[in-house]
Every structure is written in C-alpha cells, then in structure tokens.
C-alpha cells in the first residue's frame, strides 16, 4: 500500500511539472521569454508561484530541465562494457532521444515523458532565441557530461579511463548538440536520431 501511494504521489509530482513546463513554453513563444514571469507562468498553470518555484528553482529551468539524464546515464551503464566507449554513449543517446519525438506519452520507473516533438522543438528555439538560455545548457550539457563519467569510470576511479571517458562523453554530447540544432533550425524535418547518427559519425571518423 505504501508504495502505490508514493508511486501515485510521484506520478501526480511528474504530471504536475509538466503541466507547469507546457504552459510555460507556451507563453514563452507567445510573448517571448524575457517578456514573461514565474507569476505568469504559475497563473497560467492554475498552481501558486511557490508550486512552481518548487519544481523549476529558476526561470531557465523552466525550459532546460526535465528527467531524462538518469535514465539515460542508466542505460548506458546498463550496456556491455566491452562496448567501444563512443558507441555505447552515442547509441544510447540516439535511441532515448527517438522516443522523446516520438511523441508517445510513456510512464517508465517512474519517469512522465515530460517533451515530446513539438515541446523539444519549443525549447531549442527558445534557446537559440534567448542568450541566457544557450549559456545555461552548456552548463547542463556539462552536467550531463560529468553524470556519465561518474556513472562508468568505477570504484576506485582509473585516471586514464576517466579521460577517456570525458573525452568520449563530450564528443557524443557536443555531435547530439549540433544535431539537435540543426533539426530546430530546419522546423523539425529532418529525421532526428538519422542526423544525429550522421554527427556522431562525424566525430567517430579517423583523421587521414
């Protein structure tokens, strides 16, 4: 009984961002994102600015944050480890990404889906659009650089391992990025886990 209850609370907690987060990328694009508050946003919700300050501690977050870097850090710890580094990064990547645009709605260990298509397109105009956000997703994309490190490098740490693994990190997240941008910049046409697997075997390539 007490874990359907923290199951059903959790649930409600994820739906309740959510809800949060879409009417806030709403406004943001109709209004533009300077041009809108945390109390705009909270009224639009129908919630108090403390609820959303509770889930988004800052305005950035409102568009950057979601829960998808421990399921990913997750499932590329979970693949074998005798995989070459960039392809158990990249691979993974690609495939938690293709179902963010799937746009299908899920509810996985606890995880609501929080962006399909359309909220993941939203959310890369407006960081293309607002200088504040592009300098905080680089400092999220760090992040989730470091998550993955920490997640692979064992215990005790093996120094050139850790190298390795920051290096290989940083150039799957840096290909995904330019990828992801690139899919926003075109209105979402392209096919996005094919233009991201076409930018992570750019960076795979060996120089001649």
């Known amino acids: 009984m ?22 806030a990328m709403r406004l943001f694009l109709e ?22 300050y509770r889930h988004f501690p800052t305005k950035e977050d409102l568009v950057l944050s979601d829960e998808y870097d421990p399921l990913i850090v ?14 158990r990064i990249g691979a993974t990547l690609v495939e938690e990404v293709g179902k963010v645009v799937s746009d299908d709605e899920s509810f996985e260990h606890g995880v ?33 650089q470091k998550a993955i490190v920490e997640a ?11 190298f390795r693994l920051w290096v290989a990190a940083g150039a799957c997240l840096a290909a995904v990025s ?15 886990p094919q233009l991201m697997t076409q930018a992570l075997t750019i960076v795979s390539e060996r120089q001649r």
Request: proline share 7%; aromatic share 4%.
């Open 31 to 52: 209004r533009g994102y300077d041009e809108t508050t945390v109390n705009d946003v909270a009224r639009a919700a129908g919630v108090s600015s403390m609820t959303v």
């Open 112 to 144: 609501v889906a929080p962006a399909g298509k359309e909220l993941l397109l939203a959310r890369l105009r407006l960081v293309l659009a607002t200088p504040a956000l592009r300098a905080r997703r680089w400092d999220s994309q760090y992040a989730t």
């Open 2 to 23: 007490g874990k359907e209850v923290t199951s059903l609370r959790e649930r409600q907690r994820l739906m309740t961002r959510r809800t949060i987060q879409q009417h």
């Open 74 to 87: 997750q499932r590329i710890a979970a693949r074998p480890a005798d995989e070459p580094l960039m392809r």
């Open 152 to 162: 692979l490098r064992g215990d005790p740490p093996d120094p050139e391992l850790e």
């Open 178 to 192: 330019a990828a992801l941008l690139r899919w926003a910049e075109e209105n979402g046409r392209p096919d996005l």
